[in-house]
C-alpha cells in the first residue's frame, strides 16, 4: 500500500538558516505532490506543489525538489524566520484518484 | 483567511447527543472533503464529495453522517459518538476535473475541535 513518511518528526533551525524538510513516498504511480503547512490552532495551509512531470519548482522563500528515483519530496526554506515555526506536511496523490495521502508531519522549530 | 470557513472551532458533546458541523468555501471549488486529524496520525480522509455527489466514502463509520447541499456547503451530522472519535475535524475543498479527480491542491478551513464526554 501507499506510504508517506517524514525522515524526522522534528526539525530545529537558527533563524537565518535554511531549512530542508524531506519526505520519502513509496508510490511510484504517485504523480502529484503538495506541501503544507500547519501552525497551532489552524488547518494545514496550501505551501506549494510539484507534479510528476518537474524535479524543481520554486516559491518565495521556498524551494520542493522531486527525486522520483528514489522517490523523496524535499522542502527548502530559505533564510528561516520565527514565523515559519509549524507542522510541515508531505502529502500525495495517484494518478486518477483523488485522495491525497499525508504523512505524520515534520514540526519545524526556529530559534530566535 | 483561507476561503474555507468551519463552525464551530469547538465542540464538546456526549455520547448521545447528536451534533452538526458546518463547512462554507468561497473559493468557488466544486468539491469538498472532510478529514479527521488525530495526534501522531495523518490525516484520515473520511469523506470527498464532487459536484455536489459523494465519490468517496473511507469506510467510515455510520455515526459520521455527510450532507453536500451545494457546491460551497458541506455538512458532518454527528450522532452516538464514542471517546475515540475526539478529533480535530478539518474540511477542504478544491477544484476537480470531474469525477474527483484533481491535480489541484486542497485548500482546508481551520477545523473543528472535537472532544466526546
Known amino acids: 500500500g501507499e506510504s508517506v513518511g517524514l525522515h524526522l518528526p522534528t526539525l530545529s533551525v537558527q533563524e537565518g538558516d535554511n531549512s530542508i524538510i524531506n519526505c520519502a513516498y513509496s508510490n511510484s504511480a504517485s504523480d502529484y505532490f503538495i506541501w503544507y503547512k500547519q501552525e497551532s490552532g489552524k488547518g494545514p495551509q496550501f505551501i506549494i506543489d510539484i507534479r510528476s512531470n518537474m524535479d524543481k519548482r520554486q516559491g518565495q522563500r521556498v524551494t520542493v525538489l522531486l527525486n522520483k528515483t528514489v522517490k523523496h519530496l524535499s522542502l527548502q526554506i530559505a533564510a528561516t524566520q520565527p514565523g515559519d515555526s509549524a507542522v510541515y506536511f508531505c502529502?500525495?496523490?495517484?494518478?486518477?484518484?483523488?485522495?491525497?495521502?499525508f504523512g505524520t508531519g515534520t514540526r519545524l522549530t526556529v530559534i530566535p | 483567511e483561507t476561503g474555507v470557513t468551519q463552525t464551530p472551532r469547538h465542540l464538546v458533546m456526549g455520547m448521545t447527543n447528536k451534533k452538526s458541523l458546518k463547512c462554507e468555501q468561497h473559493?468557488?471549488?466544486?468539491?469538498m472533503y472532510w478529514y479527521k486529524q488525530s495526534a501522531k496520525k495523518p490525516l484520515e480522509l473520511m469523506f470527498v464529495y464532487s459536484l455536489e455527489e459523494r465519490v468517496e466514502n473511507n469506510s467510515v463509520p455510520s455515526r459520521f453522517s455527510p450532507e453536500c447541499p451545494n457546491s460551497s456547503h458541506l455538512f458532518l451530522h454527528l450522532h452516538t459518538l464514542q471517546p475515540e472519535d475526539s478529533a480535530l475535524y478539518l474540511c477542504a475543498s478544491s477544484q476537480d476535473h470531474g469525477g474527483g479527480v484533481s491535480n489541484q491542491p486542497q485548500h482546508f478551513g481551520d477545523g473543528t475541535r472535537l472532544s466526546i464526554l
Open positions: 473559493l468557488g471549488h466544486n468539491a
Open positions: 502529502a500525495e496523490r495517484q494518478t486518477g484518484a483523488n485522495n491525497l495521502f
